[in-house]
């Protein structure tokens, strides 16, 4: 059986190669050994062709049921939300990024497409969340197909503060063209009477 592939110690030429698309029947076969390996590790919810070295359009995953993904592709995509997601394929280095709240796809193995949809029900938060789980990794996978890694869609959530000026910071202020250099705090009294921030 194949092995998955650690991109953080081994080459994987595939990892950002968009791959081929096959027939149903070669689908089918590749998806059998990816559910193995996968049901083998017991640390992961998806896996696609590319991460154990099969250059084809074949995914799989089960959050809420086995699902199978040959030469899938998102037909459409509504409400934008902010996700933290991991990759068996970069272990231990989970990242934020953007996915969709819910993805309409189709297969070639199924007749119709298939919607992933994580929006509010009258089920519970833990079925929402689950549902919510599945619509990413649909996503995630299909990201793989195409080359895509979590680590191109990585959002940078880092907040700044604005820069507090302290009591004892100078400053400068003007007014009209007038200009002074003093500490802030002998520059707050002087902004009753029109003096503003340089």
Not at 87 to 110: D, M, N, W
Not at 131 to 154: F, K, P, Y
Request: charged share 30%.
């Amino acid at each position: 059986m194949r092995e998955l592939i650690n991109c953080f110690k081994d080459d994987n030429p595939l990892i950002q190669k968009r791959l081929r698309e096959v027939s149903v029947e070669e689908g089918l076969k590749i998806a059998t050994e990816l559910f193995q390996i996968l049901n083998e590790r017991k640390d992961g919810i998806g896996l696609a062709a590319n991460q154990v070295g099969i250059d084809a359009q074949v995914a799989v995953l089960n959050v809420r049921e086995p699902i199978i993904l040959i030469n899938p592709k998102i037909i459409a995509k509504t409400n934008e939300i902010p996700y933290y997601e991991g990759c068996l394929s970069f272990p231990k280095k989970g990242c934020h990024t953007k996915r969709y709240e819910t993805i309409e796809v189709t297969t070639a193995q199924e007749e119709s497409s298939l919607i992933f949809s994580g929006i509010d029900t009258n089920e519970s938060s833990d079925d929402k969340a689950l549902r919510t789980l599945e619509a990413v990794c649909v996503q995630h996978e299909i990201d793989h197909l195409n080359g895509m890694r979590i680590l191109d869609r990585v959002v940078d959530t880092t907040i700044r503060a604005e820069k507090k000026i302290g009591r004892n910071n100078l400053v400068t202020i003007k007014r009209g063209d007038a200009v002074k250099v003093l500490k802030y705090k002998k520059a707050e009294k002087l902004f009753k009477e029109g003096w503003v921030l340089k």
